[in-house]
């Protein structure tokens, strides 16, 4: 059967693809990303390093799938839907200075067997 990957998808040469696996148009895919068998991530989707994606897993066009997420088998995410892993966003510390990548704390979100989620929700 084999993976389907669209000319115009970036996918990392260390994620990990299952068969049956369709990656559509401008789809982008980080490194150390699992995603198992028979899935379909739509246009625009983006998958951040470390996602793991179970079987059958249906993701529409334009999701933002962040790091520290999960997703069981059979999960269907809508279109836009936007997964947050940072409950207190900010762009610089108290004392003015950037926000570094170690400045936060990652919220995890898992998602159980055959969810759905509905188009343009913000999962927390």
């Given amino acids: ?32 990303v699992s995603i198992g068998e028979n899935c379909i991530i739509g246009k ?20 933002s799938v962040y790091h520290g997420v999960s997703l069981e088998d059979g999960v269907f995410v809508g279109p836009h839907v936007c997964f947050t892993n940072d409950m207190r966003p900010r762009a610089v510390n108290p004392d003015g200075s950037l926000k570094a990548a170690d400045d936060w704390v990652l919220s995890e979100t898992l998602v159980k067997r055959g969810a759905a989620l509905g188009a343009n929700s913000t999962i927390r």
């Fill in 44 to 63: 625009g989707v983006y998958v951040d390093a470390g996602v793991s994606l179970g079987n059958n897993v249906k993701i529409q066009n334009y999701v």
């Fill in 1 to 32: 059967m084999g993976v389907r990957i669209h000319p115009t998808a970036e996918v990392s040469d260390k994620a990990k693809i299952g068969d049956g696996t369709g990656i559509w148009h401008q789809a982008q895919v980080r490194e150390n």
